[in-house]
């Protein structure tokens, strides 16, 4: 007697169809967004892997730590991480002035403070090489005192920060709205400076939404491309970034080569995301006790 595939032996469910009812059961909402993240998010990252996978070990590690991927990842991740970290400081301090105080032209203001969302890249990179040249606006001033902004290291670093500004600024504005007054006035009445007032009351419950800014500010400058491009030199050892060398090696038709600068740049990025929101999940942690 010859047993229905539908069912085992003993009479059971088979498993794939046990495990198709549990999906059933699962929300449409849950369905649907396993499924964008799957084919925007899961699948482009596997393929990457199995791109890179086409190397050797020892083929894929020459790639990755050759001396021009080594330079590349400094001047990436470094200027990233500090561009990142000063626009936490004042991005912190411009979203503070938004909420806080009233002033003439504040939307304007306010709203000039999303251009680098709306602004394509390539044109950004193309204004601040221009202002920033030896004969622009802000580099004619520079010049005499023997700063060089644009084509170095010290332009891309103003890219990533202009291109990473409104992340901490957005982050951070509707928490400052959220928090209450009466906290530093308690603060105040008690005899705390407004030193202390910011200091010790209003910054601990600030610190996670600023690391998070600080992220997403840094995670956006790390893949910047197109005003990095423009406003640096590109020359390796110098100002080169690693989004740059991809796109070079890609040129050169060297597919597997990029895809393994851009798994080694994806798994440090992870890293150090992993990283701030450990630090983020303790800050919470240690404000809460």
Request: glycine content about 6%; overall charge neutral; aromatic content about 12%.
């Amino acid at each position: 007697m010859t047993l229905s595939p539908s069912f085992e032996a003993d009479g059971k469910t088979p498993a794939w169809k046990g495990l198709l009812q549990k999906l059933r059961q699962i929300p449409w909402t849950w369905r649907i967004t396993l499924g964008y993240l799957t084919v925007m998010l899961f699948i482009p990252i596997t393929a990457m892997f199995l791109k890179a996978s086409t190397e050797t070990p020892a083929r894929f590690w020459a790639i990755a730590t050759s001396d021009v991927a080594l330079a590349t990842y400094n001047v990436t991740f470094l200027t990233s991480l500090s561009a990142a970290l000063l626009n936490g400081v004042f991005g912190t301090l411009i979203a503070w002035v938004l909420v806080r105080y009233d002033f003439p032209l504040k939307r304007i203001i306010d709203a000039t403070v999303d251009l680098p969302f709306a602004l394509p890249t390539s044109v950004a990179g193309l204004t601040l090489a221009t202002v920033y040249s030896n004969n622009g606006w802000i580099g004619s001033l520079l010049a005499p005192l023997g700063i060089k902004v644009s084509f170095t290291r010290l332009g891309v670093w103003v890219a990533m920060i202009f291109i990473s500004l409104p992340f901490i600024v957005r982050t951070v504005q509707p928490v400052l709205q959220e928090m209450e007054h009466e906290i530093e006035e308690a603060a105040w009445s008690l005899g705390a400076s407004q030193w202390q007032t910011f200091w010790k009351v209003i910054l601990p419950p600030l610190f996670p939404t600023i690391l998070t800014g600080v992220a997403l500010g840094f995670s956006r400058a790390v893949g910047e491309y197109g005003s990095t491009v423009i406003i640096s030199s590109n020359t390796p050892y110098q100002d080169l970034i690693a989004p740059v060398l991809i796109f070079q090696r890609l040129e050169q038709y060297d597919y597997s080569g990029a895809t393994v600068i851009g798994v080694v740049l994806l798994a440090i990025s992870l890293v150090l995301l992993l990283a701030i929101n450990f630090l983020q999940a303790w800050s919470r942690r240690y404000d809460s006790k």
